[in-house]
Nanobody, 127 residues
Framework: QEQLVESGGGLVQPGGSLRLSCAAP????????IGWFRQAPGKEREGVSS????????YYRDSVKGRFTISRDNRNNTVHLQMNNLKPEDTAVYYC????????????????????WGEGTLVTVSS
């Protein structure tokens, strides 16, 4: 079943934390990277972080390095994004996605290679 299901969004104060999860039971091929994109109102969708199913290597956009951590739960075929020290500029709809072009594709070519999307989960950072 090729479906991505996100969970974990919500409202949090600046400096707070959230953990997003992406259930991806139909995606086990090592050809894939699974990652998170986000889209704020009036802005283009941008890549946030991704992880390789082949070797667990990771990619992060500069603005989230040191604050976000992506990980895999192989037993449950789930990818998590732990987001700490959240800032108002992190407010967006976060989308899980599969990318057969590798972990760096989102930073180089954006959404071009993505072949499956989740429906998205809203993260709001506000006091």
């Amino acid at each position: 079943q090729e479906q991505l299901v996100e969970s974990g969004g919500g409202l949090v104060q600046p400096g707070g934390s959230l953990r997003l999860s992406c259930a991806a039971p139909g995606f086990t091929s090592e050809l894939y990277a699974i990652g998170w994109f986000r889209q704020a109102p009036g802005k283009e969708r941008e890549g946030v972080s991704s992880i390789s199913l082949r070797d667990n290597s990771t990619y992060y956009r500069d603005s989230v390095k040191g604050r976000f951590t992506i990980s895999r739960d192989n037993r449950n075929n789930t990818v998590h994004l732990q987001m700490n020290n959240l800032k108002p500029e992190d407010t967006a709809v976060y989308y899980c996605a599969t990318d057969p072009c590798g972990i760096h594709a989102m930073g180089l070519i954006g959404t071009t290679c993505v072949d499956h999307w989740g429906e998205g989960t809203l993260v709001t950072v506000s006091s």
